[in-house]
């Protein structure tokens, strides 16, 4: 039986890649599933959470009991966050966001020429950080890092800079670790200066502990 924790809790999640399209036929995104904010989504809405799930274009389904609220763009996710979130007692930012969009093709699709393709790209904005560093005082955020180097400090850094109250980061190029991967290993850091490293472990057992760590 799940512990009823969250309940009366409105979560809302975003997760998966964003698309950003240069001509009709494509785009600059990433390689993120999806794995970990679905995770995340389905523990919340068991312990019962009430669930929006802002969900960029990834092969997932969701069981009903969460909202599902689908978006292509880091522009498009930005809007529905910042609708969504005013309503909410948690964020909890699990997608991997494009940080820059390239401009549109004017004439629809790109033609080979034999010579390169420059594009200057525009800086989208940061979601979590926008809503995080103005969210109430009964409102709580969770953040995501994938960090090369440092990742001790460079999580300490992001937690403060971004105002989060949960940070959870991991390497990248570590196999069993990061995007598209089933599980993780993460650094847990919180508000208060709480920190654990834990372990490879499944991201449904990442998420039910961050769970965990958020209803002490
Ligand atoms: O700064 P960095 O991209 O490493 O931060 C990652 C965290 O910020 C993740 O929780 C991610 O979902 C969120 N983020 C965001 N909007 C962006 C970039 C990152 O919400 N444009």
């Not at 274009?57 to 978006?71: T, Y």
Request: net charge positive; hydrophobic share 45%; charged share 20%.
């Amino acid at each position: 039986l799940s512990p009823q924790d969250l309940r009366g809790k409105k979560i809302m999640l975003t997760l998966g890649p964003t698309r950003e399209y240069f001509d009709k036929a494509r785009f600059w995104s990433n390689p993120s599933s999806g794995i970990m904010g679905a995770s995340l989504a389905i523990a919340a809405a068991l312990r019962g959470a009430e669930v929006t799930a802002i969900t960029g274009p990834v092969d997932i389904a969701l069981p009903s009991l969460i909202k599902r609220v689908p978006v292509v763009t880091a522009r498009d996710m930005f809007e529905a966050a910042t609708d969504i979130f005013p309503s909410q007692d948690i964020g909890c930012f699990t997608a991997a966001v494009a940080d820059f969009r390239p401009p549109s093709c004017p004439t629809g699709k790109y033609k080979k020429n034999g010579g390169p393709l420059s594009l200057t790209f525009d800086a989208n904005p940061d979601i979590l950080a926008t809503l995080s560093t103005a969210k109430k005082s009964w409102q709580q955020t969770i953040g995501f890092a994938a960090e090369s180097q440092d990742l001790e400090h460079n999580a300490a850094l992001k937690l403060r800079k971004k105002n989060l109250d949960l940070l959870i980061a991991n390497p990248i190029d570590e196999a069993g670790a990061g995007f598209a991967a089933a599980t993780n290993r993460v650094l847990v850091m919180d508000r208060h200066g709480r920190q654990e490293a834990w372990p490879q472990l499944p991201k449904t057992e990442i998420a039910w502990r961050i769970w965990d760590w958020i209803s002490m």
